[in-house]
Every structure is written in C-alpha cells, then in structure tokens.
C-alpha cells in the first residue's frame, strides 16, 4: 500500500528584484513536475546533484516550501490541500532528519527541551494516549503530572533507541560529537512516532566511520519500528545502501526510477549511467577496469532550463530528433522483465541500452574506458 | 617490541572456553585501564549552556576585567552617592575662597580633595553626585533605544522570517521608516526633541534613546533573519511547533547575543551623547543635580584659569564609558560563535 | 620505486599548537609522520577530521601561523639548487617556492580566489611573479593554461570574477594557477569534497592527467577511500597525527591491516557491494582517543585491543619483513609481494579476518580462527 503518493508536483521559487517594492522578474523551477510512489515500510531514495530539486522535494511534502501545484496524498490525505493549521497537526505523522546535525538543534535548548517540544506541541502523552484536546477538569494537576511522566518515558524511550543514555537530557548540543548530534536529531523526528520520515542528506555531514553508524541505526530502527523514510542524498552508494526503490533527479524532474538492484544493475537513463560512473569505488581493481563516462559542462539554470529533454545539453547519446523539443515522460520501460517497475524519462533509452545508438565521443568530454 | 599473536592468543582461547573467570578479570583490567587512560572524557553531570562558557571565558579576559572592574566602581559610586559624597553637592560653604573673576581658585587639599569650584562648592561631592544622573541618564535612554527598537526590530524580522508575503511587506515598511530615522543626525534629532518638550533631564533621556531606536531595530531585525534560516528552525516548524512560540523560543533567544552587546556599547555613547547634550545646555538646569556634562559646560568659562575643573568630569565621562565599551566588546568576543571550540 | 633520493622525504613531522592564556593547553595536531613523494606518482593522505591531514600540508607549505605553533621533524626537497629541508627555510625563501617549486589546491576554491579581482589578473600575477612573463605574452599563456585545465572559451573566462564561474570552473581555475610555473610538488588538500561527483570525475581525471604528463608529484589528502583508491599509487592512513598504515594502493585494499582501516573500509557503502550487506561501522568517535605515549590512540574504539595496546605506544611494523608480528603470522605468504606495507599495531587484523567480519564485532571470540589454524 503507497503511504505516500506525490502527483506532477511543482515548486517555483519566484525571483525577486526591486528597490523598494518586489516585482517578480521570473521563476527558479526547483522542482517542475514530479510524481513518485513510497509504499509503506519502504525506503525510498531519491539521489542527484546539489541544485537538482531533491532538498526542495523533500520539504515540500512538508509544506516548508510553498507548493506551486500538484498533489502529495499522504494516506490518501492532500496534503497540498491543507490549511496551515491542520498540516500544522498533520506534521505529527511525518518527520525530517536534517543534513546539519548541530545547525538543526537550538544551541540555547538542552536535549530535554529539544525532545519535548514536539510532544507539547502536539499534546502527545498521558493516560490515554494523548490528544489535541483538553484534559478531562477534574483532577486536572493529577493529569498534568500523568502527563508528564508518560513524555519523558517517551523521551528517554526515543534517546535509548537511538542509542543515548538519558544523561543527555540535561546537557547541550554543542556538548556532542556529531554523530551523536545526528542520532538526537533522530530521537526528536522518532518521539512523535511518525509513519514517515524524511532524510535529508542525513550522513553527508558526517565522519567517514560514523556514517556507518548512523545508516545502520535507520535501518534496524526501521525494522523494529516500521517506519517508512525518504532518503535525499547526493551519494549514490549510500541511497542504492539503504533505499528499496531509487529515484534519480536531474534538473527538477525525475529522470530514472527503479528499485534499488535494477538501477545499479541497468541503469538506463544517461544521467544515471554517467553519475553511477563517476561515484568512487574504494577497490583499485574495480576503479582501474571501470569505464567512466565524464560528462561536459555543468548543471544548465533551474531558472531558464533547457528545452525538451532537460539532459541533451550534456548528453553523451544526444540525437537530432525529439532530444532538444520534446521534454521526455517519465514512463515504463518498454520489454523489461515482468513485475518491473523501471521507468525512464529518455526518447531512446531502449536503444542505448541494446547499442543501438552509440554516444558522440565529442559530446561526452571523455569515455575512459577501464584498462583491465 | 609487539607480542606476537600466537604466544598471546593461545591463552585468549582458553579464556574463552573458561567463560567467566580469568577472561571477565582481563576484560575489566582493560576496560578500567582505558577509563583511566581516557581521563576525565566521560565528565558527566549538567551542561553548560552559552552564556555559561562565555562567562567563563570572560573571566580570563583581562579587557572584561578592567572593564567590568570600571563598572562595578561607576555604579556602586552612584547608587551609594548620598552615602559617599561628604557634602553637600549645593552647599557654596567655601563661596568666599573663591573669586572666579580674579582667577583665584582652589585646587585639591585635605578638606576638599578635589578643590572648589567656581561657586565655591566641593568638586568631589558634585562628581560623586554626578555619577548617579549620569547613571540614569546612561540606562534610560538604552532601555528607551533598546525596548521601543526591540519591538520594531523584533516585529519585522519575525513577519519577515514567518510571516509569509504579507510578513515581508510588513517588514519591509517598518524598515523604511527606520532607515529615515537612520538619516537623520543623533545630536539634531536630539537638539529637535529637547527643542519641542523644552530642556530638562527627561528630555535628554528621550532624545539620546530615540536616537538609538533605529540601530537596536535593524540589529535584532538583522539577527532575527539570519537566525530565521538556520535549520534549527526549519526542524521547529518540521515539528509542527506554532509560529509565535518559534518566534518566541526559538529565534528570539538566539538574536539577542549582538543586541545585549549593543545595549552595553550604547550605554557608553548615551552618557557621552547625554553629556553633550547637557554640555549644549539642554540638560537639567537644576544646580541641585549636578551633571557631568552640565559641569564641563559650566567649566568652560574657567578653562585657561582652572583647567582642573573641566578635566574631572571629562575623565570621568572618558573612563566611564571605556568601562563599558571594554565590557561590551569583551562580551561581543566571548559570545562569538566563531571564538567558541 | 627509484633508487635515487626522492623528492621529498618527509621525516618524523611534528605539529603541536599550544593554547593561549595562564594554562596553556598543548594539542598535538601531527604527531611523527613520515613519507616520501616520487615524482610522477600520488601519494595518499587518508583521515577522518582531525587524525592531522591538513595540518601536515599546511606545515610543508610553511602556511601554518608563526605564534603559538612549533613545528619539530624535517622535510627535505630535491629543488634545483640543491636539496632543502622546508620547515627550515627561511619565510622570504618559502614564498618564492611556492608557487614555482610547490603548489596548493584547497577545499572550497571560492574562498581561495580573490573574489574582486578577475581570475585573469589572478592568474597572469602568478606568471608574472614566478615566470617573469608580461602584459599580452602573460595573458596569452594564462588563456592556453585555462584551456589546458578544461576549460572552455578561456579567453572569456579571464575577464571574468571568481563568482560567475561555476563550483567545477572555479576549482579548474585554481589548478591552472597551481601549475602555471609547472611546480614539482601539487599538493592538494580535499580538492573534490565540495563538488558534485560527476565534477569531481572531471577533477579527479584532470589531476590524474597532469602528474602523468607533467611529472608532477601529488599529494592528495583526502577522507574519501574512494578518490584513494582511484587515484593514489601511495596511501598513508592517519589516525590522530600518526600513520597508523602505509602502503601501496593495491595491498591496502586488498589487505588491510590495521583494524581502522579495515574499520573505514567496512564504514563505506560500496556501490558496487550487494545490496543488504551490512555496514560493520567503528564505534565511538574521533574524539575518543587517548594519547600516544599512553598507548595505542585507538585503542578506546578498537575491538581488537588487548592490554599490549594500552602500554606505551605502539611501532610500525613492516609486514613481511621479519618483523615478530609479521614472521609469526599465518598469513605471511600472502603479503610478501606487499613491500613498503607498515602498520602501527601490536595486534593487527589477519586477513582471516577481514574476510570473516563477524570476528570484529565481538571481541570475545577473537579466539576462534585459533582453531582455523590448529
């Protein structure tokens, strides 16, 4: 069952300039016009390059960005619907963890407070559970006192989870290491027992070693819990890592989706293909025979994008026809093997796969091809 | 020399197979030999929040200490005046020792330590009296500046950072009319509201802290911004938590580090501002409360005769506000996030 | 390897900073390391934050601050006129080898461009400087070395401000002004981090390029095992200011030694590893170290401490080199062809081990490949 459904989903950022009064003089297309699928208890990840719309993405289903159009169903829920106060109450059942784990904590509030705030915010706690409604009057203080100690149970539930003793409590973010900081950062998104939570870049900030830590803490809290997570990162072995289905974006629109073992294994859009070439492989065979596909120039403006295929400025497999007026769908990938879900946004992707279409050596600054 | 693994790990086997024992022994004997090589790492107990280490950092400071040394002296001197000065700051009991007109002044002696001045009242009693107008005039005309450009400031960096489109055009109004107080000159807007309400002590107060109004608003308005897009805030709002309590808890508490180091500053530029504003004759003309720069513009006249009496209350207004220029800058050093570890 | 002198010889490097005010509180940032750099090849700095990496190449660059900073140990460079030992030379002296003899290439290349003056003045200065080239002659070869570097219309781009390059251009701009006087010694220091992966690519194949070309040396410091294990032909592995491994590209990662790299090693998803392998993660993190002179710095996060670690520090040990801990190791054999491969260990991972990652999780069992063996 998809938990959460994103349908054509657009954010511009408008772009303003004026000396005493704004005009708007254009539109930044941090994301123009994505749909994805996350079924529950899945990982889903969504990788690209700085600039490609992932991190707006994300807040965005959040409602921390403004949505310009499109829907985001969240347990059949329009999230993009809502009103600010009932997506103010719906932010209980999903949750973001954040790339800067110090940044993302208030200097000036203890762990204690940090963790709390969302259980006061959202009444959570109590005898029975808690609620948005006020408590029963008699024996008010009674109640409040229940309710006290049913949130900080919950807090220092969510502080053993992530793997801190409940000394923390009373100390201060900048007293932590900066894995730690990551794993409070992931108490206070697990404290509210979300259904979702949101990822954003969560192990770029991080020592190499305590990477690992933090990826396999998502992951067996995952499995205890049942959570769903969408994953944004820039490292692609880090999303094929953890994700069940990866999603690639270029240039504020999905380019590939597949699962996770099918994109690494035929990748098929030539974005994919040049940034699965271009991540590092800590293994010299492997780096020596690999063939690299360097692509020319740089990422075009989000806020003037190429016309039809948003990739043909870079495109290594570029042809005449459809690549630079037609921008291409994000559809099925035509004869793939039953049960897949593989989709492409790209005009010839079954013929490049097949070698039907070979890439322009000219175009692609340099295929280096592996010398083993 | 390293021991090698095959004479060493035969008997870790053993220890293994001997669950229990020798092999829990050994592990500990590790464990505590490494808590005790770590040291003091695992301190436990309650943290320290900014303004914690700030002051501790502070106190190795030899600036913040000099000072707040300043300070301490300048405001224990005018709150316990009545008690110091040994006379009266009105009384003319020497007024036939001097003669203004012949150039016969009396400078410093046992009785008057800091000599007569041209009235023939005690230098010493009507400095000692002095400092607690100019304390006054110090922290009302900051707290004036700092409350009403507070409220500004505050108001336009929370629409701007909360508010939406509506919160920006907010902000971006009230900016405008700050930025024309800006414009205009300290001491001309001060000169003008002395001007309309007429000279007196409450009038310099006024006037020196609206002149302030305009930087405290675009300084917390500044901070509110920046502090705004921190990701912190973005969690919050993740949270869900309400838009004022963010405002409130959130980026108010952290804004207020350069505001409060500001306060300190403009303490020193409102005695110096309100000095002159006295020195121009627009302060309290009541000789019953005497005033730093109402006694520097009285000296004046006597300035080729009896250069003491004008160099006792400049040095005190120069000291004085060097002590909480040195504190503020002090504070604005240890409060800074790029100093802390 | 040549048999003659190389050209630089790094030896026992130390750096310690000392804290100001009544208690000076001493840091010890590097803390002996020694290497060698060969012309023609890339030599590998590898460290999470802290272990003492860029410490060490701001110390051979002679950028670290003169107060409150003493720099012990010796590194001597082959220079035209005569070998030199670096951290002696005096600053006037520095300043002319740098830039002609050495050159740097930092992390975030926006901020090492002067942000006011257009990156052809920036780069002609340098010709000017070092080459003595001028006017239209300077500005000609200022074009053909942008070009070189990749990027494209270079003539354009001279007159144009660090900010309208984008984060790829910028750092390309800063390795032509790194190579403008063809130095002999590149050092750089996390050049890719800040960029994305099919820049770095472009970066990482240009670098590669230019030692192979121009016989340049490289140094690449760098926490990403990854760019290592594409680009460095010599890796050493630093842990807290000492090198805890050094060897070849090949040995290293076929056979790591030392439990932090084999720890680093099993930290990073690989993209090219099953999907579900678990990450075997080291524990605890960089601040948890104690000193050398104590004992093994990593001692507090290795599951594989005894309590040898814990006295005195530990020696680098030659692997295969009839070394106690090499000759009585099984796997003696398997090593020989890795000449050069050092770790600072008294009780190394064995490449049983490493294949059975299980071992590492639980100290307690560490016993069981005994019975492998017997």
Request: hydrophobic share 40%; with cysteine; charged share 20%.
């Amino acid at each position: 069952m998809s938990l959460l459904r994103i349908n054509d989903l657009k954010v511009h950022f408008p772009i303003r300039r004026g000396v005493v009064f704004d005009r708007t003089i254009g539109h930044v297309r941090a994301v123009d016009g994505v749909s994805l699928e996350i079924q529950e208890g899945q990982t889903y990840g969504l990788v690209g390059e700085s600039g490609c719309g992932k991190t707006t993405l994300g807040r965005a289903v959040l409602r921390l960005v403004d949505v310009t159009e499109g829907e985001v169903l969240f347990g059949g829920r329009d999230l993009a619907g809502l009103d600010a106060e009932s997506m103010r109450r719906e932010r209980r059942n999903l949750q973001m963890v954040f790339q800067d784990p110090l940044g993302s904590l208030n200097p000036r509030q203890n762990i204690g407070s940090i963790l709390l705030e969302g259980l006061q915010t959202h009444g959570i706690g109590g005898p029975d559970g808690g609620g948005d409604g006020p408590g029963a009057p008699a024996g008010r203080s009674e109640r409040r006192k229940l309710v006290l100690e049913d949130q900080h149970r919950r807090v220092v539930d969510a502080l053993e989870r992530v793997g801190l003793s409940s000394k923390a409590l009373t100390r201060y973010p900048h007293e932590f290491s900066g894995g730690q900081r990551q794993r409070i950062g992931i108490a206070r998104a697990l404290v509210l027992e979300p259904d979702l939570i949101i990822c954003d870049e969560p192990v770029s900030a991080l020592d190499v070693s305590i990477q690992a830590q933090v990826l396999n803490l998502l992951e067996s809290l995952q499995q205890e819990l049942g959570l769903t997570y969408l994953v944004i990162a820039h490292d692609l072995a880090v999303v094929r890592h953890v994700s069940d289905v990866v999603g690639v974006m270029y240039l504020g629109a999905l380019v590939e989706e597949a699962s996770s073992d099918e994109l690494y294994e035929t990748p098929m859009h030539p974005y994919t293909r040049s940034l699965m070439s271009a991540v590092p492989v800590p293994d010299p065979e492997v780096e020596d025979a690999r063939e690299r596909i360097l692509l020319s120039g740089d990422l075009p403006s989000p806020a003037n994008p190429p016309s039809g295929c948003r990739f043909h400025t870079r495109c290594p497999w570029r042809q005449e026809e459809l690549c630079d007026t037609e921008r291409p769908e994000l559809r099925p990938v035509r004869g793939a093997a039953e049960g897949s879900t593989h989709r492409v946004a790209c005009h010839y992707a079954e013929q490049i796969l097949a070698g039907e279409i070979r890439p322009d050596e000219k175009l692609a600054e340099r295929i280096v091809h592996g010398v083993g | 020399m390293p021991t090698t693994p095959s004479s060493q790990n035969p008997s870790r086997a053993e220890d293994a197979s001997d669950a229990g024992g020798p092999l829990l022994g050994r592990k500990a004997a590790r464990v505590d030999r490494l808590a005790e090589l770590m040291g003091e790492r695992d301190e436990s107990g309650h943290g320290s929040g900014i303004w914690r280490t700030a002051f501790a950092r502070m106190r190795r400071s030899p600036m913040a200490i000099t000072g707040a040394v300043i300070v301490v002296v300048f405001v224990a001197v005018a709150l316990l005046s009545p008690l110091i000065a040994p006379y009266s700051p009105t009384s003319q009991a020497w007024g036939d020792e001097v003669f203004p007109n012949q150039n016969i002044f009396v400078g410093p002696r046992g009785e008057n330590w800091l000599g007569l001045d041209n009235l023939g009242r005690d230098q010493f009693s009507r400095m000692v009296v002095g400092a607690r107008q100019t304390l006054m005039v110090g922290v009302v005309a900051t707290l004036v500046g700092f409350g009403a450009g507070a409220l500004l400031g505050g108001a336009a960096g929370a629409a701007s950072v909360l508010g939406g489109r509506w919160g920006r055009q907010l902000d971006n109004v009230v900016m405008r009319v700050i930025d024309m107080m800006l414009a205009l000159p300290t001491l001309l807007l001060a000169v003008t509201v002395a001007a309309l309400v007429g000279p007196s002590l409450t009038t310099v107060m006024i006037a020196v802290g609206v002149a302030q109004v305009p930087v405290f608003a675009r300084l917390l308005r500044g901070a509110m911004i920046s502090q705004g897009n921190r990701d912190y805030v973005l969690a919050a709002r993740a949270l869900g938590v309400r838009k004022r309590r963010i405002a409130l808890t959130h980026i108010l508490p952290n804004s207020l580090g350069p505001v409060i180091v500001q306060s300190t500053l403009t303490l020193a530029t409102a005695i110096i501002d309100a000095a002159a504003l006295s020195y121009l004759g627009l302060g309290n003309p009541d000789p019953a409360f005497p005033e730093w720069g109402t006694m520097l513009a009285d000296a004046q006249r006597f300035l080729s005769s009896a250069p003491q009496l004008a160099v006792y209350p400049a040095l005190a207004i120069i000291v004085t506000a060097l002590g909480f220029t040195l504190l503020g800058e002090a504070m604005r050093e240890a409060l800074d996030p790029k100093l802390r570890k | 390897m040549s048999s003659s002198t190389p050209l630089l010889a790094v030896d026992e490097l130390s750096v310690v900073f000392r804290g100001r005010g009544s208690d000076p509180e001493e840091v010890r940032a590097v803390d002996g390391v020694s290497f060698t750099l060969e012309e023609g090849r890339v030599t590998g700095l590898v460290g999470e934050s802290g272990c003492g990496k860029s410490v060490t190449s701001l110390a051979l660059m002679g950028l670290l601050p003169d107060r409150g900073v003493s720099v012990g140990g010796s590194a001597v460079m082959r220079l035209p006129g005569g070998e030199a030992d670096l951290l002696k030379l005096s600053q006037r002296r520095m300043r002319d080898l740098r830039g002609s003899q050495l050159a740097m290439i930092f992390q975030d290349p926006l901020s090492s461009l002067n942000p006011v003056v257009p990156i052809g003045r920036q780069v002609t200065e340098i010709l000017r400087r070092h080459r003595g080239l001028r006017g239209s002659k300077a500005s000609k070869e200022a074009a053909d070395l942008l070009y070189r570097v990749g990027i494209p219309d270079p003539t354009r781009r001279l007159r144009e401000y660090p900010h309208q390059l984008s984060g790829g251009m910028r750092q390309r701009a800063l390795i032509a002004m790194a190579v403008a006087c063809r130095p002999r010694l590149m050092i750089a220091d996390e050049p890719t981090t800040a960029l994305d992966v099919t820049i770095q690519a472009q970066i990482l194949e240009l670098l590669k390029d230019l030692v192979t070309e121009e016989g340049t040396s490289l140094l690449m410091i760098t926490h990403d095992l990854g760019v290592v294990a594409g680009l460095c032909d010599d890796i050493n592995v630093l842990y807290a200011g000492r090198a805890v491994e050094t060897a070849r590209r090949a040995p290293l990662f076929a056979d790591p030694t030392h439990p932090y790299t084999v720890g680093l090693l099993g930290s990073i998803p690989r993209l090219d590893a099953p999907r579900g392998e678990a990450l075997t993660p080291i524990r605890g993190s960089v601040n948890d170290n104690i000193a050398w002179t104590d004992g093994c710095a990593f001692a507090p996060r290795c599951d594989h401490y005894t309590m040898e670690c814990l006295q005195g520090p530990p020696q680098l040990v030659t692997a295969g080199a009839g070394g106690g801990a090499a000759a009585a190791d099984g796997g003696a054999a398997d090593r020989a062809a890795g000449a050069g491969h050092a770790y600072r260990c008294v009780n190394p991972v064995r490449h049983a081990d490493v294949v059975d990652r299980t071992v590492l999780e639980s100290p307690a069992v560490v016993g069981d490949d005994e019975e492998a063996q017997g």
